[in-house]
């Protein structure tokens, strides 16, 4: 008998089911630059449409390097299906609109990346999906929230600036009370957290980040738990009971199950209606930097997380910092949603608030010769932001405080060079932070 092979290091290299390209016999994953595909003959190119065979017809709806990616991401993630997406930006705006219209609403975290607070609170209103907001501290704030147009709840795993886990199966205990989905963003923490297991319908990934981890593309995937029953409540969930006119009358809800034994109307429908209309089509030669970041993305999870422990543990002794923001060091309950939920480390991703204010932010971020100075996260570099003199600059001192970003606060991402480098660096960049003119101490 063959042993189910669940660990991640393992399926981030062989999960799905490509063991070779069937044509040349490659090992590595192709990069298929073909925008189309020939069909055998008229029926099998009139099945392909009617989804009565499932096979390639056009790359802004499927391609064979990207289903290498997609089988290996909802294998990592637990799920059943997975579809890849040009950016995060677009798997999030997707997960909403594959269950919302004009006239619905999502109940969201309000601790969510700034990104994601745009897109809801500006382009996905002007499209009329009403976004409402619950402070995540108390899981019981989504139910208050919830009417008869509720089509979702939305959360993010490992949220900055604050870097409170999110409380992901009492969210998702409500939601299914109410047989309303919860979408997870687990962009941070890929491998230590897999939120289908503690009950998410639906995983999103901003692939840039942690799972491409080198920097070098941009990418998104949702993934289907299989997890979530789509049909329970038909008014609940219209997009998957009604029949859809632009699909010639299909219920996805029902359709799905039947055409592939498998229950994952979420991923088909995002596919086949939304890529198909929207386009924002992953590059498959994007897809393969993220199959070569993925190989290794276990191993530098771990490496992050270890030496984000040694980074917090110093910090917390130095004279210049007077708080420390990370995962695990926060009060009850809240800190022991990190050990409920992580496994394996307690994230990469550090908030720091220095002594000397706004000032000592930007000169510490100035003084440090290895971290760069980025606007992302999730690279295998160490980074490093000041959010009020940049990301956050155009909020006032109300919107600042409520986003969880005080003037002195600078968010570090752990890198996985050598520990000790990591240390000597923050180290000289924070005794320079409270000096006078950087220039002079440079
Ligand atoms: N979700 C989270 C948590 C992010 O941090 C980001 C980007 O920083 C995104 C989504 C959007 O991802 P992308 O930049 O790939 O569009």
Redesign the pocket.
């Known amino acids: 008998m063959t042993r189910k092979r669940n660990n991640p290091e393992t399926i981030a290299i062989h999960g799905g089911d490509y063991k070779s390209d069937p044509a040349t016999n490659a090992v590595a994953v192709p990069i298929y630059r073909t925008t189309s595909y020939q069909f055998n003959n008229t029926e099998h190119a009139a099945n392909l449409f009617a989804l009565k065979e499932f096979g390639n017809i056009y790359t802004r709806i499927m391609n064979p390097t990207n289903d290498v990616l997609e089988k290996r991401v909802a294998a990592l993630e637990g799920g059943l299906s997975c579809v890849t997406v040009s950016?995060?930006?677009?798997?999030?705006t997707f997960a909403v609109l594959n269950v919302a219209q004009a006239g619905d609403n999502i109940v969201s975290s309000t601790d969510?990346?700034g990104?994601?607070v745009s897109l809801f609170t500006h382009t996905l209103s002007k499209l009329g999906i009403e976004i409402r907001y619950a402070d995540p501290s108390n899981p019981e704030n989504f139910e208050k929230l919830i009417d008869d147009k509720t089509r979702a709840f939305y959360g993010?795993t490992l949220?900055?600036p604050y870097l409170r886990v999110f409380p992901i199966k009492e969210v998702s205990d409500i939601g299914r009370k109410y047989n309303i989905p919860l979408i997870m963003?687990n962009?941070?923490a890929p491998v230590i957290c897999r939120p289908i297991e503690h009950g998410a319908a639906v995983v999103?990934?901003?692939?840039?980040?942690y799972i491409g981890g080198h920097g070098t593309a941009?990418?998104?995937s949702i993934v289907d738990g299989g997890n979530f029953d789509w049909t329970a409540d038909p008014k609940r969930q219209p997009l998957f009971n009604e029949p859809d006119n632009s699909y010639g009358g299909v219920i996805w809800g029902k359709a799905v199950p039947e055409l592939t034994g498998a229950n994952v109307p979420f991923a088909v429908r995002a596919r086949v209606c939304l890529l198909r209309d929207l386009g924002s089509a992953l590059a498959p030669d994007n897809a393969f930097a993220i199959i070569q970041g993925l190989e290794t993305v276990a191993l530098r999870m771990r490496q992050h997380c270890a030496n984000a422990e040694y980074a917090v543990d110093f910090l917390k002794k130095h004279k210049e910092v007077t708080k420390v923001i990370y995962s695990t060091e926060h009060d009850k309950p809240i800190a022991d949603r990190a050990k409920k939920y992580l496994n394996g480390g307690n994230g990469p991703m550090i908030g720091i608030e220095l002594k000397g204010g706004i000032e000592a932010g930007k000169k510490f971020i100035e003084s440090l010769k290895m971290f760069y100075h980025v606007?992302?996260?999730?690279d295998a570099r160490s980074l490093a932001i000041h959010p009020a003199s940049t990301t956050h600059s155009q909020l006032n001192e109300k919107e600042l405080a409520a986003s969880g970003v005080t003037q002195s606060y600078v968010r570090l991402c752990i890198g996985i060079e050598h520990i000790d480098d990591i240390i000597e660096d923050l180290d000289q960049a924070l005794n320079k932070s409270s000096k006078g003119n950087l220039k002079a101490v440079s």
């Not at 950016?87 to 999030?92: D, K, P, R, V």
């Not at 999103?204 to 980040?209: M, P």
């Not at 606007?375 to 999730?378: K, L, Y």
């Open positions: 950016s995060g930006q677009t798997a999030s969510l990346y990104g994601t993010e949220p900055n963003d962009t941070a999103i990934h901003s692939l840039t980040k941009v990418a998104g606007a992302n996260i999730g």
